[in-house]
């Protein structure tokens, strides 16, 4: 391979000038086709502008005026204000522990912390609520919310770590800064753009959360919007709070790209290849150090598995009831499969035009699904069901609506893993295949696609695992006949019977198992380990 690497390089010099830039011009259909979907991850944001225009401004403030709104954006703002820094503080001790101290064991405390991921935030919430039945409002929803969503902190952060240039701390001892205020004064600033990004992640996935906040009786505007569209039906009601909702994620994007900064966080040269140096832990401080990710651990993990545990020996072999088991997996591993299948194919016109063409237009194409994919599931379900009963009825409540759905949430998943494939794939060996007579949709796919299948597959993996565990959507969306793990989960839960759910929940844990190790190697990879 290296030997063959001169030789095209210099074929390709020799090609004419046209066919060497032929990435500069994308074709057409790949640019229709890019622009089809994003079209389509537009939808939410115009259903909710749609219907605001379309409610009349009179009844908008009458609506969103209401008590109940104030009081569900207090819960909403308490419960981001609390679980957002607890999540950052916790996260970062843990990636220090691991990553910048000696502490024993630390690769096994590296992999439990990011293990929780592979219980659905609705699962904790089942254990708690199995072990304190009493256990509800604020305080429940920001200890659930932390040991369900602190990985989302600790992950990036911990690959920032790995990254960092040991110099820094070097020059900052030189200067006579004591370890612990170094760690604040250089340490925590180069993490910065690590621990905004996982903080937005975070919030986020509080706004979007159901299920969760379902279980402990905690009102969030997710579940409101659920209760009001089950007990009306798409009335106004649900469509303004769905409204709120979306201007309060807009909100924390534009807070976020606001307050990321600008400061540089690169250094210019090779620097020095050595290994980072880690800080002894020894006597009390290396127990009390051990304490933290033991608590930790023991929370996020041991209770969850405990609870499953229990419900699986009380309930006997009787839970397993394998005829309606076995369909709602088979269904599940259905949906997922064709949804990762096709989210997968409509991101490849977008990533293809991000790394070959990157213009403004592909910039912004690609911007419409990252802003969409931030929306919660619930705002995606709406906007689906106004826009099916009114444009095309036929498709109202079938597969086509779901799959939709899980397209548009998604659809960012798979973007980012293809996008790093392709620009892994070198673009003079399409622009030969295209040289040779291959048509720019056969070089495509023969070429660039082949060698971007690993980035391909990842994402994939990604979108298949999100399906497996996506609740809300599924629940307003799907046919009548529809029996997910998820929904069959949330179905005997509802009923309060425990036991009989906890199957449910094992299986999409062990499911989930495969994205938690993705996750932790990809953060491994983003640090060049």
Same mark, same amino acid.
């Given at each position: 391979?290296?030997?063959?690497?001169?030789?095209?390089?210099?074929?390709?010099?020799?090609?004419?000038?046209?066919?060497?830039?032929?990435?500069?011009?994308?074709?057409?259909?790949?640019?229709?086709?890019?622009?089809?979907?994003?079209?389509?991850?537009?939808?939410?944001?115009?259903?909710?502008?749609?219907?605001?225009?379309?409610?009349?401004?009179?009844?908008?403030?009458?609506?969103?005026?209401?008590?109940?709104?104030?009081?569900?954006?207090?819960?909403?703002?308490?419960?981001?204000?609390?679980?957002?820094?607890?999540?950052?503080?916790?996260?970062?001790?843990?990636?220090?522990?691991?990553?910048?101290?000696?502490?024993?064991?630390?690769?096994?405390?590296?992999?439990?912390?990011?293990?929780?991921?592979?219980?659905?935030?609705?699962?904790?919430?089942?254990?708690?609520?199995?072990?304190?039945?009493?256990?509800?409002?604020?305080?429940?929803?920001?200890?659930?919310?932390?040991?369900?969503?602190?990985?989302?902190?600790?992950?990036?952060?911990?690959?920032?770590?790995?990254?960092?240039?040991?110099?820094?701390?070097?020059?900052?001892?030189?200067?006579?800064?004591?370890?612990?205020?170094?760690?604040?004064?250089?340490?925590?600033?180069?993490?910065?753009?690590?621990?905004?990004?996982?903080?937005?992640?975070?919030?986020?996935?509080?706004?979007?959360?159901?299920?969760?906040?379902?279980?402990?009786?905690?009102?969030?505007?997710?579940?409101?919007?659920?209760?009001?569209?089950?007990?009306?039906?798409?009335?106004?009601?649900?469509?303004?709070?769905?409204?709120?909702?979306?201007?309060?994620?807009?909100?924390?994007?534009?807070?976020?790209?606001?307050?990321?900064?600008?400061?540089?966080?690169?250094?210019?040269?090779?620097?020095?290849?050595?290994?980072?140096?880690?800080?002894?832990?020894?006597?009390?401080?290396?127990?009390?150090?051990?304490?933290?990710?033991?608590?930790?651990?023991?929370?996020?993990?041991?209770?969850?598995?405990?609870?499953?545990?229990?419900?699986?020996?009380?309930?006997?072999?009787?839970?397993?009831?394998?005829?309606?088991?076995?369909?709602?997996?088979?269904?599940?591993?259905?949906?997922?499969? &064709?949804? /990762? $299948?096709?989210? @997968?194919?409509?991101?490849?016109?977008? !990533?293809? =035009?991000?790394?070959?063409? *990157? +213009?403004? #237009?592909?910039?912004?194409?690609?911007?419409?699904?990252?802003?969409?994919?931030?929306?919660?599931?619930?705002?995606?379900?709406?906007?689906?069901?106004?826009?099916?009963?009114?444009? &095309?009825? /036929? $498709?109202?409540? @079938?597969?086509?609506?779901?799959?939709? !759905?899980? =397209?548009?949430?998604?659809? *960012? +998943?798979? #973007?980012?893993?293809?996008?790093?494939?392709?620009?892994?794939?070198?673009?003079?060996?399409?622009?030969?295949?295209?040289?040779?007579?291959?048509?720019?949709?056969?070089?495509?796919?023969?070429?660039?696609?082949?060698?971007?299948?690993?980035?391909?597959?990842?994402?994939?993996?990604?979108?298949?695992?999100?399906?497996?565990?996506?609740?809300?959507?599924?629940?307003?969306?799907?046919?009548?006949?529809?029996?997910?793990?998820?929904?069959?989960?949330?179905?005997?839960?509802?009923?309060?019977?425990?036991?009989?759910?906890?199957?449910?929940?094992?299986?999409?844990?062990?499911?989930?198992?495969?994205?938690?190790?993705?996750?932790?190697?990809?953060?491994?990879?983003?640090?060049?380990?």
């Amino acid at each position: 391979m290296n030997a063959a690497a001169p030789g095209i390089a210099e074929f390709t010099r020799a090609l004419p000038l046209r066919a060497v830039r032929h990435g500069r011009k994308p074709p057409a259909w790949l640019v229709a086709a890019a622009v089809l979907v994003s079209a389509a991850s537009l939808l939410p944001l115009a259903f909710v502008v749609g219907v605001t225009l379309q409610t009349g401004w009179p009844t908008v403030v009458a609506l969103v005026l209401r008590p109940r709104v104030g009081e569900l954006l207090v819960n909403t703002l308490l419960l981001a204000v609390l679980t957002v820094p607890l999540c950052a503080l916790l996260g970062i001790a843990l990636a220090w522990l691991t990553e910048c101290s000696d502490l024993p064991g630390r690769r096994a405390w590296a992999l439990l912390a990011t293990a929780p991921l592979a219980v659905p935030a609705f699962v904790h919430s089942y254990a708690w609520v199995s072990l304190i039945p009493s256990i509800n409002g604020l305080f429940a929803g920001v200890l659930i919310s932390v040991l369900a969503y602190f990985p989302f902190l600790y992950l990036p952060t911990a690959a920032a770590l790995r990254r960092l240039n040991p110099g820094l701390e070097d020059v900052a001892a030189s200067l006579g800064i004591k370890p612990w205020q170094a760690f604040f004064r250089v340490v925590l600033p180069q993490l910065r753009l690590a621990v905004w990004g996982g903080a937005l992640l975070v919030g986020l996935h509080l706004l979007a959360e159901y299920g969760l906040y379902a279980l402990i009786r905690f009102d969030t505007f997710t579940t409101a919007i659920f209760d009001q569209f089950q007990s009306s039906f798409n009335g106004p009601a649900a469509n303004m709070l769905a409204g709120v909702l979306v201007l309060l994620c807009l909100g924390l994007l534009t807070l976020e790209a606001g307050t990321r900064g600008r400061a540089r966080y690169a250094h210019v040269g090779a620097g020095n290849a050595r290994m980072l140096r880690r800080q002894h832990l020894s006597g009390r401080t290396a127990i009390v150090c051990l304490l933290l990710p033991t608590l930790v651990t023991v929370l996020a993990l041991g209770v969850p598995l405990v609870t499953l545990a229990r419900w699986l020996v009380a309930g006997g072999a009787g839970v397993w009831r394998l005829n309606e088991i076995a369909p709602a997996l088979g269904q599940t591993l259905a949906l997922a499969g &064709v949804g /990762a $299948i096709l989210t @997968t194919c409509a991101a490849i016109p977008i !990533a293809w =035009l991000s790394i070959r063409s *990157p +213009r403004r #237009l592909q910039r912004a194409l690609e911007a419409c699904n990252y802003v969409t994919s931030s929306l919660p599931g619930i705002v995606v379900a709406l906007a689906l069901v106004t826009i099916t009963i009114r444009a &095309v009825p /036929a $498709i109202y409540q @079938t597969l086509v609506t779901v799959l939709l !759905a899980y =397209l548009l949430m998604f659809l *960012p +998943r798979a #973007l980012i893993s293809l996008r790093a494939g392709i620009a892994q794939a070198p673009e003079e060996l399409e622009n030969v295949a295209r040289s040779l007579g291959r048509s720019p949709a056969q070089a495509l796919w023969s070429v660039t696609l082949r060698l971007a299948a690993p980035g391909m597959a990842a994402g994939a993996a990604l979108v298949f695992l999100a399906i497996t565990n996506e609740l809300t959507a599924t629940l307003l969306l799907a046919p009548s006949g529809t029996y997910t793990l998820a929904t069959g989960f949330w179905s005997l839960t509802s009923e309060f019977d425990f036991a009989a759910a906890a199957p449910y929940a094992l299986i999409m844990v062990l499911l989930s198992l495969p994205l938690t190790w993705l996750l932790y190697q990809q953060s491994k990879r983003m640090a060049g380990r």
